[in-house]
């Protein structure tokens, strides 16, 4: 940020906090006096025993910004635009960027000129012959991202080359908005023009394309997008910029030729398939659900941008179903404020209201903005939400810059809560939560979008260690500005909100130990035996100094070779595994599989040296026992002066359990509602001996569980709740399926072959639960009935044709 260089350092609020439901005394060291908090403020519980994706970075598409902006006659104003986005220290940090590969050529009957440099260029723009004379801005952004430290590309296409369209129109089908515009005749031609020019572009430039996205929302947007009123009332305006519908048996058939184009060029290893980046969740799922299973086995990453605003649960579902990485690929409010003045945070607290919602329902790995920056030319206003830095971004611009609140409402996400750190999962709905369990850093984001001051305490209850927090916010009078933690008292950090304000705060020092800890495997665990590595010949290892600079490795070691197929192997037992790695100048291309499956190709080259850097993820793996290979293939990026492979550590995710005496074995949860006044749960039947139930439980739908909870156990014969329990959401931990439980007064014993409703008490406009599509299964011993509902005043709902269903969800818990 423009302020990072001169500001005062950071006020840090000490606590030191036990393990898991153990509270120590906290060490105030406050710079100054502690913020005055009201008497009784809103408690966030915070567990990381529930965690979720592994954010692998925040980021923007280079559409249309980049094109103009890169080709600005000012280099330094260039320059300080690359920076203000990329840059980690002085800027936001992103590390993701979407290139869009054009589709003009001389056959464009409709060129696109109403957005500024929406009319790119195509690689290929007649038949059979390619322009690799590239002088694009988009390019020239793209390698300052890289310099900076971007280090996840995808490539995609708004528009195929005109001359494979049906109209010669890069814009669509004006005698038909909305049908199809790609000739059938070209769709392998297609397919290959993506791969040839994904190919030419890494090669040529050094920057490695993780994946390929074909289409830009093909289905439920109109092209030609025709804007009725605007700019002229009375007159319907084409919106001027490149487009293409793609019917889903067109987009099938697509996919399917570029599965076989990168298959072909050998470059599966290093070049996945996104899809299918549609306007809406509801139609992104609609979308992958009607591919062939040829394609959906095919897929890498399910992209979606988030215009529709509906319940981003649906496309989770869809990603763990296919086993692949979910991106929120795009997403912009346009919405204009009332107001002209830099300071309004309204346009802030929207962007920042929408990161929680996606961040809580979707789980995204990255979070994409479409255009980061917007300007007057195309009508784009100070208080809209299309960029976050204002400028004039058309090639002829003068670089002038200007940084509304929502370019720091960004940062307060993007700079903190960095690649690496696992999303965990907190009770309140404007606040995000993520945690590093190598490094002991928790970081979270609250946001008060009401006029008056919010007090909050944090629960850091499940944590141990000794902890230092310091905080930044963004309000009308602060620009990610260092402020006070707030106050320690136990293991709880208090703090206040201001109006209309946005706070992250940073707590290192933490370590977890509780259910779903994630296991870390240093470099330097050396052996044959569990979660060791274990190393052929060609491998170095160092410690401390003897590492070089920067000394930002983790434990402060690394293990590095440069002989070609030496191989690191770890052996684990778990569901997921993420490498940390060294980046840099010398870094060289390593090869990753799991059990002999398919390989991952990772380029590691970075413009500057960095340790404990995320560099690759697996997808979900069955629970039990596997292997890793790590092979250095020899190669290199062709910016990179040699060809070294150096390894940080490995995290192991193990297996989520239940706790111990609990009813439901496993539980996948589904989407969510809020809509019903009632009672919602499961029913089941216990078994031929009687059992005795000593708490109740619920599952937490992080972001959406507040206060206190009413759970319910009934004899589905005599109607008679048999046991009751007050669950206090905000202070009671999860298990590892992410359930809370209240213990019952007085243990309760069920009899033999009963049948009986398990239920939490829910209210229209309350909290969220889980749905009819979450599964559940029960432990050996108890029989599923299905899904319960009962509304109030009414009897018993029980859907007995879908035993593996429940709503809520919730659970029990038995002893021995």
């Not at 305006?237 to 570029?258: C, D, F």
Request: with cysteine.
């Amino acid at each position: 940020m423009r302020t990072n260089r001169t500001r005062r350092a950071p006020r840090r609020a000490r606590l030191a906090v036990a393990g898991a439901l153990a509270v120590a005394t906290a060490a105030a060291g406050l710079a100054t006096g502690p913020v005055a908090v009201a008497a009784a403020p809103v408690t966030i519980g915070i567990h990381p025993g529930t965690s979720y994706q592994t954010i692998q970075g925040w980021g923007t598409s280079l559409a249309w910004w980049a094109e103009g902006s890169g080709r600005w006659a000012s280099v330094p104003a260039r320059e300080a635009l690359a920076t203000a986005l990329f840059d980690p220290v002085d800027g936001l940090g992103f590390t993701v960027a979407r290139y869009v590969y054009g589709a003009d050529g001389p056959a464009n009957t409709c060129a696109a000129t109403q957005w500024p440099e929406s009319d790119f260029h195509s690689f290929q723009p007649t038949q059979g012959t390619y322009d690799w004379a590239d002088t694009s801005g988009q390019t020239w952004m793209l390698r300052a991202a890289q310099k900076r430290g971007a280090n996840v590309f995808q490539a995609t296409n708004y528009s195929a080359p005109v001359w494979m369209t049906k109209t010669a129109c890069s814009m669509g089908d004006f005698s038909a908005p909305g049908t199809d515009n790609l000739d059938p005749a070209f769709y392998d031609d297609y397919a290959a023009h993506l791969a040839t020019v994904t190919q030419h572009l890494q090669t040529t430039t050094g920057v490695p394309i993780s994946s390929i996205e074909p289409f830009n929302e093909p289905k439920d947007t109109t092209w030609p997008a025709l804007l009725q009123d605007y700019p002229t009332p009375g007159v319907t305006t084409p919106i001027g910029t490149q487009g293409m519908n793609a019917s889903q048996a067109t987009q099938n058939a697509v996919y399917q030729e570029l599965i076989a184009a990168l298959s072909s060029r050998g470059m599966t290893p290093s070049t996945g398939i996104a899809a299918s980046d549609e306007v809406s969740v509801a139609s992104t799922v609609a979308g992958v659900n009607s591919y062939s299973p040829a394609v959906r086995d095919g897929l890498t990453q399910i992209d979606t941008h988030d215009y529709g605003g509906g319940d981003g649960n649906a496309v989770r579902l869809v990603a763990e179903r296919e086993n692949t990485s979910l991106w929120m690929s795009e997403w912009g409010s346009n919405g204009d404020r009332d107001d002209t003045s830099p300071t309004s945070m309204g346009a802030a607290l929207e962007l920042s209201s929408r990161i929680i919602k996606n961040q809580d329902e979707m789980h995204p790995e990255a979070w994409v903005i479409w255009q980061a920056v917007d300007g007057p030319t195309n009508g784009g206003k100070l208080n809209d939400l299309w960029g976050l830095v204002y400028a004039d971004y058309a090639a002829s611009g003068s670089g002038e810059l200007t940084f509304p609140k929502r370019y720091y409402a960004m940062g307060q996400y993007s700079k903190f809560l960095r690649p690496g750190s696992v999303m965990i999962a907190d009770t309140d709905p404007s606040t995000m939560t993520a945690y590093d369990f190598g490094s002991g850093k928790l970081v979270a984001v609250a946001t008060n979008s009401s006029g008056a001051a919010r007090d909050i305490a944090l629960d850091l209850r499940a944590f141990g260690g000794t902890a230092s927090a310091t905080a930044f916010r963004t309000s009308a009078t602060e620009s990610i500005a260092p402020v006070s933690a707030g106050t320690i008292a136990g293991s709880t950090l208090t703090s206040s909100l201001p109006a209309n304000s946005i706070t992250t705060f940073v707590i290192d020092g933490l370590s977890y130990s509780g259910a779903n800890a994630r296991i870390q495997v240093d470099d330097a665990t050396i052996g044959t035996g569990a979660n060791q590595w274990s190393y052929s010949a060609g491998w170095g290892h160092c410690a401390a100094a003897a590492c070089g600079d920067p000394q930002n490795l983790h434990a402060g070691t690394t293990s590095y070779t440069g002989q070609k197929d030496a191989t690191a192997t770890l052996s684990f037992t778990g569901t997921k595994v993420a490498l940390r790695g060294v980046t840099g100048p010398t870094a060289g291309i390593a090869r990753v599989s799991i059990d002999g499956g398919p390989p991952t190709d990772l380029d590691l080259y970075a413009a500057q040296r960095h340790g404990d850097q995320l560099i690759w993820q697996s997808p979900d793996l069955a629970s039990g026992p596997h292997t890793l290979e790590f092979r250095h293939t020899g190669r290199f990026n062709p910016q990179a002066s040699q060809s070294v492979s150096a390894l940080d550590r490995a995290e192991v995710t193990t297996t989520a359990a239940p706790a111990a005496g609990s009813l439901v074995s496993q539980a996948d949860p589904g989407t969510v509602r809020n809509d019903l006044t009632g009672e919602v749960g499961l029913s089941f039947t216990t078994g031929a001996s009687p059992v005795t139930v000593t708490a109740l439980g619920r599952q937490l739908v992080t972001g959406s569980t507040t206060g206190v909870h009413q759970l319910s156990l009934y004899d589905s014969t005599t109607g008679t709740a048999v046991a009751t329990a007050a669950l206090d959401t905000a202070v009671s931990e999860t298990d590892g399926l992410g359930f809370q439980y209240r213990p019952l007064a007085a243990p309760v014993t069920l009899a033999a072959g009963r049948t009986y409703h398990l239920a939490s008490a829910e209210a229209a406009g309350g909290d969220q639960w889980r749905e009819f599509d979450s599964t559940v299964a029960l432990r050996p011993g108890f029989t599923a009935n299905g899904p319960a509902y009962r509304l109030p005043g009414g009897t018993w709902t029980v859907f007995g044709a879908t035993p593996t269903k429940g709503y809520g969800l919730v659970n029990l818990l038995t002893s021995p």
